[in-house]
């Protein structure tokens, strides 16, 4: 089992944009750099679902992030270190129910391109 393969495909690259979508059919990893004020938003999520956000902060500085509903967070309270430019955070969520997600946050300073 490919656990980064959604129904259709592999890691899908999302460019920085004001919304971006990740489309849980497609794949269970996606990554996008945060230039800009941005708004994450997931669709076709099925219950049990595990799915990773790798994101990335340009040296260029914070930007603001927002985050689709039902996000229950396990990460010390830390939801967004917007200090931490330059660097790359791991989100991996689990859907466990209609709208509903579990999410833990990986810290990862100045991280090696892929």
């Given at each position: 089992m490919n656990l980064f393969a959604g129904t259709d495909g592999g890691f899908v690259i999302h460019p920085p944009a004001a919304a971006v979508n990740c489309d849980l059919r497609?794949?269970?990893a996606h990554a996008l750099t945060i230039a800009a004020d941005t708004t994450i938003t997931v669709s076709n999520p099925t219950i049990g679902q595990l799915f990773l956000l790798r994101l990335?902060?340009?040296a260029?500085?914070?930007s603001n992030l927002y985050w689709?509903?039902?996000i229950t967070w396990y990460a010390n309270g830390i939801v967004w270190d917007v200090a931490r430019f330059g660097s790359t955070v791991l989100v991996?969520?689990?859907c466990t129910g209609v709208g509903t997600y579990d999410a833990v946050l990986f810290l990862s300073a100045?991280?090696?391109p892929s």
């Open positions: 497609a794949s269970n990335t902060v340009p260029s500085g914070p689709f509903a039902g991996a969520c689990l100045n991280p090696q």
